[in-house]
């Protein structure tokens, strides 16, 4: 059964400060892994979406690897601002008896400080 | 687009009671996805609509959970009848092919059972 692992759990830093955000999963076939964000009260909102024949992805201020064999996929995020408070949620998209789902992490809560 | 619609937003019912949450998907989008999220399990798919027709319905939780889609623009979630453990917020999402590429969030239903 896939299994996915985000830590840490919740992240606060200040301004300005890169940051890294990691994601593990415990089965390597995998069709793609996605970042969403979740604002409280909000639904999901995609960031990335990384194919499983690719190495990265990058939009902005963010940028999410994945590395299959090893089960792990990052999300960087450069010169943060409080704005990219929320909580980030990893996903990986996989076939089971022929339907297609998303399994998710549990999110990392991120907070950045003025 | 308004992009996914999602009602009520909220409701709040006691044990017992039927209820009923609905879904608009985004209009060309021929895959739709019920999921649940609560703090325990975090995100969870419930069941999962391709062109309409139920593909996997393995995360329905038990027989007091059932879900349609009449139609392309429409699909509904019913509990009957409701238990306290129900409590959680419901997420409906479309994407535009079978599960592997970007799906679109609803703002949610926040659901408590008395």
């Known amino acids: 059964k896939q299994e996915v692992t985000q830590i840490p759990a919740a992240l606060s830093v200040p301004e300005g400060e890169n940051l890294v955000l990691n994601c593990s999963f415990t089965d390597s076939a995998i069709y793609n892994l996605q970042w969403f964000r979740q604002d409280p009260g909000k639904g999901l909102t995609s960031l990335l979406l990384i194919q499983s024949s690719q190495r990265e992805q990058t939009s902005g201020r963010l940028n999410a690897s994945l590395d299959k064999s090893s089960g792990r996929s990052t999300l960087y995020i450069a010169a943060s601002q409080p704005g990219d408070s929320a909580t980030y949620l990893c996903?990986?998209?996989?076939?089971?008896?022929?339907?297609?789902?998303?399994?998710f992490g549990k999110g990392t809560k991120l907070t950045v400080n003025p | 687009d308004a992009g996914v619609i999602q009602s009520p937003r909220h409701e709040v019912t006691e044990m017992g009671q039927e209820v009923t949450l609905r879904c608009k998907p985004i209009?060309?989008?021929?895959?739709l996805f019920w999921y649940r999220q609560t703090m325990m399990r975090g995100l969870e798919l419930l069941i999962y609509f391709n062109n309409n027709v139920p593909i996997d319905d393995s995360g329905m939780p038990e027989d007091r959970f059932s879900a349609k889609m009449p139609n392309a623009s429409f699909s509904t979630l019913k509990i009957q009848p409701s238990e306290p453990r129900d409590s959680a917020v419901y997420f409906c999402?479309?994407?535009?092919?079978?599960?592997?590429?970007?799906?679109?969030f609803g703002p949610g239903t926040r659901l408590t059972v008395l």
């Open positions: 999402a479309s994407s535009s092919y079978r599960g592997t590429d970007t799906q679109y």
């Open positions: 996903a990986v998209s996989l076939t089971q008896g022929g339907s297609e789902k998303l399994v």
């Open positions: 209009s060309g989008h021929n895959s």
